[in-house]
């Protein structure tokens, strides 16, 4: 029984994407005892599968070999047991970036779905993610976690947190569900996060907002410190927070508002001015076109602009910034090509 006199279950869990964000998870959901985990790690699989994970964490302290209860290359694998017997999930979490054009979501989780029964916790960046899994599976529930978190990998299997693991979830409310189904596999799962040791984990009511929110940080440092090659401290210190940053939020606040997800006006101000000027942070954006890898630009700002344009919403920064970084994603594009 937990705290509240309620019993606590146990659930089968397959966790995709095992990066910085998403091996701190799985340490999380293991921790807590209620799931039976299975994490699908592709590029690291062979390395990772006999030697574990190191992890340094803030929230976690040192960790040496670690592993989850089972480690597989694919989601195929992932769908049946050691025996060959098919597996029943109660959620599948996905980790991985949001690149629907290169690696979509629906197919990637597909072996591990059961209809009517697995609960996707996305764990991912971006607006409109949902819609897609709603669309595959109407009768499932659909949740998303917005993270902040400082979590990265050091070759070859180091896992170092330096920011707390700080994150809101809640569910995905659409017609193929009754809300109170929703509401309550949302609360499970934040229960069972809670109970690993996760730094805060806050269950809302309306994930849209702090999808909004997070949106704030990703719409506007993290493509403009990759289109400029600057990191944060630097950014601010070039004036580009008053003459870029802070109109970009303005217009995402507005769009936020005019789809029926108003955030507080306070928010721009807090999200603009919370880091010092000697930070030296390099967002995720920058740090995948310095490395020629692909951005997870349209989930961030190409769905973010599509929704301004289907409400009548002016985003004359947020078009240029999207303008000019699609330029450097060909330029990545032409460059892989070779």
Known sequence: MDSEGRSQRHYQVCLIGSGGVGTIASVVLAKSGRAHLTCVLRSKYSYVSQHGWDVDSVDHGKLSGWKPHRIVRSAADAATDENGDQVTYDYVVVCTKQLPNLNPVVGMIAPVMTPGRTTVVMIQNGMGIEEEIIKA??????????????????????????????????????????????????????????????????????????????????????????????????????????????????????????????????????????????????????????????????????????????????????????????????????????
């Open 137 to 338: 599976w109407p009768g499932n529930v659909v949740m998303s976690s917005v993270s902040h978190i400082g979590s990265s990998i050091q070759e070859p299997n180091m896992v170092v947190q330096v920011g707390k693991d700080v994150s809101k979830m809640g569910p995905h409310l659409h017609t193929g569900v009754d809300d109170s189904t929703s509401i309550e596999k949302a609360r499970e799962f934040v229960d069972m996060y809670l109970s690993g040791g996760a730094s805060v984990c806050e269950m809302v009511e309306d994930i849209q907002v702090a999808r909004w929110e997070k949106l704030l940080w990703n719409g506007t440092f993290n493509t403009v410190c990759a289109l400029m090659r600057m990191d944060v401290g630097e950014l601010q210190r070039s004036k580009g927070r008053e003459s870029m940053l802070v109109p970009m939020m303005w217009e995402i606040w507005n769009i936020s508002k005019a789809a029926g997800h108003p955030m507080p006006e306070s928010i721009v101000q807090w999200m603009a001015y919370r880091l010092p000027d000697d930070c030296d942070y390099r967002p995720s954006m920058l740090l995948d076109l310095e490395n020629g890898r692909p951005m997870e630009l349209e989930v961030i700002l190409g769905n973010a602009l599509k929704k301004a344009q289907e409400l009548g919403v002016n985003t004359p920064h947020m078009t240029t910034v999207h303008k000019l970084l699609k330029l450097e994603e060909w330029r990545c594009q032409e460059r892989r090509s070779l």
